[in-house]
């Protein structure tokens, strides 16, 4: 038996459970942690600029690839509190990352010792598990456990806080033979998927709605032999979106109140029964539960057995791994198929795909400023299907979900319930380190982009390039949109005349200097015409540079975007598309 330092254990656990990317800071309370780092040189390390954004970093590295764990590293006090939005996120989407604290040592806890916060205790609503740590002996288990903890069940984050003296002390271990703990993975029967075809066999109009816990389970190429086996049209939820190709014949669009399809809204409208996979009947997918629910019937499948009812009662529940269900459904529904059991579903698939073809908004605008519709349309027109993109809250990521294609699972990165500005800089930079050989493509109103931007110097330092589209009214729009309901445009301008910067005509900020003194390249656009061009020479300045480079692109400061308190009354703000060439891009009228 080998005798180290507890901290040479935990690093040595984290390399055979393999997790070896870590974003972090350190500091005095875990520069022991950052030393066996150094020592055994498994780990790879990238250095933030700020804790909270290491823990995006570590979420975005994570939702990349399938089983990846990104690791977020920081020292006591306020390093573990600056993680805390980043687990909250994590937690909402089921995300498993792993935030290792320093801490004061064990005798100093109680004594208000400089930066000693009770982390664990602070950390355990937004974590799957929480902990500090009190005796050098068990970091082993609690590592070991960490890790089950994050990957079992729903999965989420763990904190694990380390006091300065565990750390230190020395302990027997023997890495040699340590082996990650089984991870238990609950799976459909036979019997219920059985009954599960049975429903759908006997609907007239079933759709399948696709969560984020497909997206999880690696699930994707299954489902999309359940849905052509059974030729059921498929709905994304915004966290599932990718899980079927946009371009596919079965998929039937987005649902919801904002981050959704016109034809997709009316699609379930139009359904009988709903098959949910791996998804959390979430309120801006569902609206009103009254308008959602009228005149159909629900079948729900979910890792988490108390998620199963906790929006409102299915008619038919399944605890399940989403990949395990759709094994056995695929099992099953390839028997029923040879045997000619199966519904036939081409009438109901062409009419879905036929409101693809009428049902579309319109993105071809010319005006200047620029409409933001006019910006997704020439982002479908750069990037191809292999793009991946990264975006998290606001109206850009809202009308984005509208207009951009998505054509893979884990190429829309998206952060979904929390929500937190600030997310997509730090995030991408994960998902670039995550998969180097990608192009990666953010997007983000002007407000999101501010609130971290100093991360834009770590991809400088590290050669992490990427490409971000910055869509600038300077406001924050989706707050003004609100506002409407208050007769009110009330705390929300940014705008204001830049003594340094008299082009930008009083839309504040001048990213473009900011994103340059950081370490990157930007581009600035006022023309419609001009968003293309820019888009390629920002593409050919990644590859050159190696570095994110900047689009931003100069808005109307004012667009009410589509959307509406029930998925039967979306407020369309702007004319919708009466000609192909109003939506040049959108797939169905290219088909």
């Known amino acids: 038996m080998a005798r180290m330092r507890a901290v040479d ?107 000693a916060v009770d982390i664990s205790a602070i950390a355990k609503p937004v974590a799957k598990w929480a902990v500090t740590v009190m005796e050098a002996a068990q ?132 359904s009988d029964l709903v098959l949910g996979i791996g998804n959390r009947w979430a309120n801006r997918h569902t609206g009103g539960l009254d308008v959602y629910r009228s005149g159909r019937k629900f079948i729900h499948v979910d890792i988490e057995p108390t998620q199963i009812g906790r929006v409102f009662a299915p008619d038919y529940g399944v605890v399940s791994d989403a990949g395990a269900a759709l094994e056995v459904f695929v099992e099953v529904a390839r028997e029923w198929a040879a045997e000619g059991r199966l519904a036939d579903r081409t009438a109901w698939a062409a009419e879905c795909r036929e409101r693809r073809t009428t049902l579309q908004r319109k993105t071809h605008f010319d005006n200047t400023p620029i409409k933001p519709q006019r910006v997704y349309e020439e982002m479908n027109r750069a990037f191809g299907p292999d793009v991946r993109y990264v975006s998290t809250i606001g109206l850009s990521q809202i009308q984005a979900a509208q207009m951009l294609h998505v054509y893979r699972p884990r190429h829309w990165i998206n952060a979904g319930q929390a929500g937190p500005l600030g997310w997509t800089v730090p995030a991408t930079l994960g998902v670039a380190v995550a998969d180097p050989e990608s192009t990666v493509v953010a997007l983000s109103g002007d407000y999101d982009f501010q609130f971290l931007i100093e991360e834009l110097a770590v991809g400088a330092q590290f050669n992490i390039p990427y490409i971000h589209v910055v869509v600038n009214n300077s406001y924050l729009g989706l707050i003004r949109q609100a506002q409407r309901n208050f007769d009110m445009d009330f705390c929300v301008q940014l705008s204001f005349e830049n003594i340094n910067s008299p082009e930008l005509n009083g839309y504040g900020v001048d990213h473009v200097k900011v994103a340059e003194g950081l370490g990157c390249k930007a581009l600035r656009v006022f023309e419609p015409d001009g968003i293309l061009p820019a888009l390629e020479q920002a593409k050919k300045l990644m590859v050159e540079h190696q570095v994110p480079i900047v689009v931003e692109i100069i808005l109307e400061r004012i667009t009410n975007v589509s959307m509406g308190l029930e998925i039967d009354n979306i407020v369309e703000f702007e004319d919708v598309a009466g000609t192909p060439e109003d939506a040049p891009t959108a797939l169905a009228l290219l088909d």
């Open 139 to 270: 970091v082993p288990g609690t590592f070991q456990k960490a890790f089950q903890v994050m990957r079992e069940g729903r999965p989420g984050p763990v904190l694990v806080d380390l006091p300065l003296d565990v750390q230190l002390a020395q302990i027997e271990f023997d890495i040699e033979t340590y082996e990650p703990l089984p991870v238990a993975r609950p799976a459909a029967t036979r019997a219920q998927a059985e009954k599960v075809l049975s429903m759908l066999n006997a609907s007239a109009q079933p759709l399948i709605v696709a969560g984020g816990g497909i997206i999880n389970a690696d699930a994707a190429e299954l489902l999309v032999e359940f849905a052509e086996l059974t030729g059921i049209p498929v709905v994304p939820t915004l966290m599932g979106w990718g899980a079927i190709a946009d371009d596919h014949p079965l998929s039937a669009g987005m649902v919801g109140l904002q981050t959704s399809h016109r034809y997709g809204n009316a699609t379930i409208l139009a």
């Open 9 to 115: 254990a935990a690093v040595l656990i984290l390399e055979k459970e393999g997790s070896t990317q870590a974003f972090g800071l350190p500091g005095a309370a875990i520069n022991p942690f950052y030393s066996a780092m150094r020592d055994h040189g498994g780990i790879k390390h990238v250095l933030a600029r700020h804790v909270e954004a290491a823990s995006h970093m570590a979420e975005g590295y994570t939702r990349a690839r399938a089983g990846n764990i990104g690791i977020c590293i920081g020292t006591s006090g306020p390093a573990g509190t600056d993680m805390i939005t980043g687990l909250y996120s994590a937690a909402a989407d089921s995300i498993p990352i792993l935030c290792i604290t320093g801490q004061a040592p064990v005798a100093k806890l109680h004594k208000e010792d400089f930066q």
